[in-house]
């Protein structure tokens, strides 16, 4: 079929044009529909055949939407296209979807030109359609990818602007007013006003980083203050983005308030008394040794008083923790009141305080402080409706008469507190050589302690522990136990610390791991094959060279397999010597043992050293689990414990677990194993052997 292009060229007497205008048609990309004023097509171009499947033969006299149209056609664009047609007026860039021959659907851009004669009426229409289809889908691919990328942002409670330095303009990502704070109209929208939005504290590092930007990436933290008055804290990365000749400043803002409160209240953990907030150990220690290392001859003295209350077990047996809890808030109270703002209190653990007196200029004031202090504590408290008296010994040491290191200092003070705990309560003694001798009773417990192993007077009691999820019994943690030969029952925290002391605790330490393998190998033929054993380890222990060996004769003669004993110990054993320790981890962990850190939380001050070491769990002390009903910063940092365990491939076991709340909460936030006197007691070697059976057997 000729063109209807081509007569009305030839009427113009233009045949030569008319040729051209056919092989531009013919030979275009373009699809090219002419149809008559009824829209009967009477010619479609070689393009049209190739992208629809449609030959001329087959469709000339047909409607276009007889067979183009189909299911995903919108009906709104063709009801448009239809009343423009009839109404003989163009139609531009309508976008459709049409169907070809074999079904398959395809976008076109459709044009349509109405075609008048001479009387002016439309004798034809000309419609031109390119396939657009790719095109389609490269935008449909990006607005998807635009969509998830706003999702992921705000899933991961982000934010992203690009500041272009030649307009000056902030452009920020959809949703960015959730993590800034405010309304969409409060973004800021140029640099100044975003930095005027960081706290005054916070402002001079964030202008540091952007003049600094052309030097590489940033990243930073900072905070804003909402308008409640609430702080968040964000952190930001960035880059100069140089990609075209507009140099751009971009950078993802993230909300890490959350993350970093909990690990704010793990650093302030590390360093203070979780029940009273003093100063712990590791502070005390701390603050000493710079003090000491900035002394000179002629500097003011200083005073360690150790103080030890009297009367508080009793509190604790009859009245319970909570009541006891109560009393040592309440001692921690009077004696921050006693002293002076530049003074140090800290509490060791238990009953224990450590009050450290510096700037003193005359020593003759610490024995009336000692008094005074003593005369505090003495006062009645009235915890649990009761009136609790509350008695205490101090013992004293003094800088420099008694000892020039935090060490010496310390141990003086103990000496002296030993001193006045044998004279009774209420004494204040002071450091003096002769107090270098144990005292009787401790001469005499050591007397004993050297006598426990040749006369087993040691026992192993056996706690369970099991999976968070599905209650299956995964081990025990092996704990020692010492009754004497006379009957009298002696606590490991009195024994353990001379045992390690006196070194004793290598000899009794490789007892207890031999117990543990044997009694492993009747769990073992009671069908419990599959079940951990932990002991813990003592820093004396982890460094005695000849500990692979003797672990490793243990485990082969007993048939464990590798990482079923599980050594446990505590970060501030772990962080005295890191590299050292690690080494020594390392080569126990090849003689076919598994690692586990305990009281996670409450040792070293810092958490960089981790991630080095070569450990398989880590134990969330039973400090965070415990008020875990009452506390929204505990149910945090515990939160944030499991998730950062798990990042770094780690199993979570949760210690201290006492209440249905406590192992709910834990399991719902992904806690791996669980252990407590809600879910089992240390029990005897029998007990352990028939609950074994019974979850075999189970």
Known sequence: MELPIDDTAAACGAGCHAAKYRLVVEHTHNMVVITDRYRRIEY????YTVVTGWALSEVVGRQPGEFLHGPLTCRTTLNLIRDKVRAGEPVEQAELVNYRKDGSPYWVQLNIQPVRGADGEVCHFVAVQADVTAQRRAREALEAGERRMREALSLARMAGFEYALSEHVMHWTPGAEAILGGGADELPRHLDAHIARVEPQDRGTLQAAYREVERGPYEIEYRVREASGRTKWLRERGYLDRRDATLRLSALVCDVTDGRLAQDRIDYLSWHDTLTGLANREQLQSVLRQRLSRRSDGSPGMALLFIDLDRFKTINDSLGHSAGDEVLKLIAQRLKAA???D????????????????????ETVVAPLAAKMLAALAEPMRVHDHDLHVAASIGLSLYPDHGGSAAELMRHADAALHAAKAVGQGAVVTFRPELHALSAQRFALESKLRQALPQQEFSLRFQPQFAACGGVLLGFEALIRWTTSAGEAVPP?????????????????DWVAREACRHWRTWADAGGKHLRIAINLSADELHDVALPERLSAHLQTYGLPPGTLELELTESVAMRDPARCIEQMNRLREAGVSWAVDDFGTGYSSLAYLKTLPIQRIKLDRAFVKDLERSANDRAICSAAIEMAHALGLELVAEGIETEAQRQFLACQGCDVMQGYYLGRPETADDALARVRSHAGG
Do not use: K
């Open 44 to 47: 479609v171009n070689p393009a």
């Open 339 to 341: 002293v002076r703002s």
């Open 343 to 362: 003074d140090l209190v800290a509490r060791l653990g238990g009953d224990e305080f450590v009050v450290l007196l510096v700037e003193l200029h005359d």
């Open 493 to 509: 925290d009195q024994f353990i610390p001379l045992a390690e002391q006196t070194g004793l605790i290598r000899h009794i330490g």
